[in-house]
């Protein structure tokens, strides 16, 4: 009596073997393709962008509003703290973009919840700065 047959030779070419080497093929012609395409992408010419960095920069911007701010002794000193410089734009505000620059009291780095005392900055494109105070 011979033993069962349990185990396949895989150097005897069969059935099993041919779809194996056809799934090796098709996985190297895959990859061989995504190396391709992201050589062709990588290579290609950068995307000309539809929003150009603004003709005033963030650094300039902040010059202009810690100036108008001492200038006009608008209640931003010592015991207050730049939160944040955003380029922003409102699409009702004919003005066009500007660059928000927030001032807040000391008192909100504490975490507790107070109401008022933000200075807001905004300094446009042209250099013109208009400031006003939250409530």
């Known amino acids: 009596m011979t033993a069962p047959r349990s185990t396949i030779n895989p150097m005897r070419p069969g059935p099993g073997r041919r779809s194996n080497m056809k799934t090796m093929f098709f996985c190297k012609l895959m990859a061989a393709f995504a190396v391709f395409v992201t050589f062709k992408i990588t290579a290609a010419e950068p995307i000309e962008t539809k929003h150009p960095s603004p003709a005033l920069g963030i650094e300039e911007a902040l010059t202009i509003a810690k100036a108008y701010v001492q200038e006009h ?54 250099k013109s700065v208009k400031a006003s105070h939250g409530e």
């Open 73 to 126: 002794h608008l209640k931003a000193g010592t015991d207050s703290y730049i939160d944040s410089v955003k380029l922003e734009r409102q699409p009702a505000d004919k003005d066009g973009k500007f660059w928000l620059v927030t001032w807040l009291p000391n008192r909100y780095a504490t975490g507790l919840p107070i109401k008022g005392g933000q200075l807001y900055v905004r300094v446009y494109l042209d």
